[in-house]
């Protein structure tokens, strides 16, 4: 009997996916952090939490190749839709890379115990998002809509590569803008908004407000730093529709 269970479940699945959909979406755009906090934990010295910190995101810096362009803020997500249940609802599925950044600027550090902390080469969420979306403005040639209103709910690990110097020791200034140096550092949640319009069948162009949390332990020099990062984010850019 669970032989042919199985057979049906991948007829229908092999089914949906072929009715329905592919995107990849190319987004940029900023984020905002509220005060949070950042435990040190140095060998050889006692543990501090700094409170009030603030970061800034610096979403744009300057770029003279393409490789350096991917420093700035970004996020890149592949998605597919499968085929509708209901006229005026869509499912689906998308694996998201969010490259945030945050930069310390200031805190409650009496002791001057940070010099600089920095997640430049990414505050980076791999988020498995579900997807639904609310097609608007049906009509010929756009049957999931003209426009759409999409929710989206992710989870998935951090990735970061700090750059540090507490207690004057340095720690990762040399491997930023290399491949070296990138740890998983926590878990990341996602909830995000997003209006989308097609410009051509295959093309759309989009605006999306996101809250995201990141949580995560880095490695500084002799220790580690632990910060929770909570984020409100304001980005667009386009998709492709194949």
């Known amino acids: 009997m669970r032989r042919p269970l199985v057979l049906l479940a991948l007829v229908l699945a092999s089914s949906a996916f072929a009715q329905g959909r592919w995107s990849v979406e190319l987004y940029t755009g900023t984020s905002f952090k509220p005060p949070t906090t950042l435990e040190i934990r140095q ?3 006692p543990d501090v939490v700094i409170g009030d910190v603030r970061y800034e995101t610096r979403p744009w810096l300057p770029f ?3 490789m350096l362009l991917t420093e700035n ?3 890149l997500r592949v998605g597919y839709q499968f085929a ?3 006229p005026d609802l869509r499912l689906g599925v998308e694996l998201e890379f969010l490259h945030d950044k945050a930069y310390y600027v200031t805190g409650d550090d009496p002791d001057g115990v940070v010099q600089h902390f920095e ?3 990414g505050l ?4 498995l998002n579900g997807v639904a979306t609310v097609p608007l403005l049906v009509e010929e040639g756009y049957p999931d809509g003209r426009g759409q209103l999409i929710g989206r709910l992710g989870v ?3 990735i970061t590569k700090p750059a540090a110097t507490i207690r004057d020791q340095e720690y990762g200034h040399d491997l930023q803008g290399r491949l070296a140096g990138y740890d998983l550092t926590g878990p990341g949640l996602a909830a995000a908004v997003q209006a989308r319009w097609f410009l051509e069948p295959w093309l759309t162009m ?3 407000t996101k809250l995201s949390y990141a949580a995560t332990t880095s490695r500084i020099a002799d220790g580690h730093a632990s910060t929770n990062v909570p984020a409100l984010h304001v980005v667009f850019g386009f998709g492709v529709h194949p």
Request: net charge negative.
């Open 43 to 45: 060998e050889g010295h």
């Open 64 to 66: 003279e190749t393409l």
């Open 73 to 75: 803020y970004y996020l």
């Open 84 to 86: 509708p249940v209901r």
């Open 119 to 121: 997640l430049s080469d």
């Open 124 to 127: 980076n969420l791999l988020l």
């Open 156 to 158: 998935g690990p951090v």
């Open 206 to 208: 989009g605006v999306e």
